[in-house]
């Protein structure tokens, strides 16, 4: 964006079987949306997200079930899954809501207001977005997710590029010259990030 990192605020939303949202400002993280697990805060492919804890109370005694067992619920059998009842992959969730089912459209909806609720929660704490970044699996090849999503950002200044949003597998910017926020989408390399944490424990 030619500016340096410090003077920068993004929002990182990293969107694939895993989800999660981080505020990053000045080139540090701000906040992020998963906690002491990764079950908080977005719903996810198969991981429930934020929830009312008295939601596993009423559960466990409904279903006469342990602890254990409602941790896997929650971690493995919810999220757009438990939702839509089709699948945890958003290919699977787009082909059943064109086909006219309606829980699979639910899970793609409850899905992009999540991501724009807590994205617009970390505009908040950060008085202010310079960047959003779209990335893993749904994120950098879901043009319908990413033009969803986008939507909600209306009030930020964000307009979106619909031509630029099409590519798919490079660093691209996909909002337009005039778009008082930048939108991007920039593949994870997750593997970099753990070479570079590694060597910094050992080194
Ligand atoms: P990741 O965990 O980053 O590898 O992301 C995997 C997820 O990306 C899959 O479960 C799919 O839901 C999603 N995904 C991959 N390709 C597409 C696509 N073309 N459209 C929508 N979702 C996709």
Redesign the pocket.
Known sequence: MGKPIEELKIISC?????SSICAIDGGKCLDTSMGFTPLVGLPM?TRCGDLDAGVIQFIMNKYSIGIDEMLNILNKKSGVLGVSGVS???????NAAAEGNERAALALDMFHYWVAKVAGSYAAAMNGVDAIVFT???????K??RAEIVKYFGYLGVKLDEEANKKRGEDVMISTADSKVKVFVIP?NEELVIARDTRDIVG
């Not at 990293?14 to 895993?18: A, E, K, P, Q």
């Not at 893993?136 to 879901?142: L, M, Q, R, V, Y």
């Open positions: 990293h969107m694939g079987n895993g492919g945890s992959d958003f290919r699977d969730l787009d893993a699996g749904i994120g950098e090849n879901s319908d997710t994870t």
